[in-house]
């Protein structure tokens, strides 16, 4: 990935976290045939397109909210236990 367009796209979306899940998104949907939504006069990977579509605004994300994800069926691939447990381990 070239590092300008990483740049580019950190100025967009600031959390690099969060950039990382929305490019592997739109690579994956790039690798499936999906058009690119740039145009580019040089070959550009999966990932340089996505960073560059992500730059110039044409790839956005939304989070979800909490009555969306209560309505959803979602189920979480953990329990963790409440942060004010007393069951507490030594070792």
Known sequence: MREDYIKD????????????N???RRVKQLRRGNRPLVESLEKLSAEDTALREIAEGKVTYDLATVEELERSNHVPVRNLPPRNSSKLVNS
């Open 9 to 20: 796209a950190l100025k967009v979306i600031t959390d690099p976290n969060m950039l990382i």
């Open 22 to 24: 929305v490019v592997s």
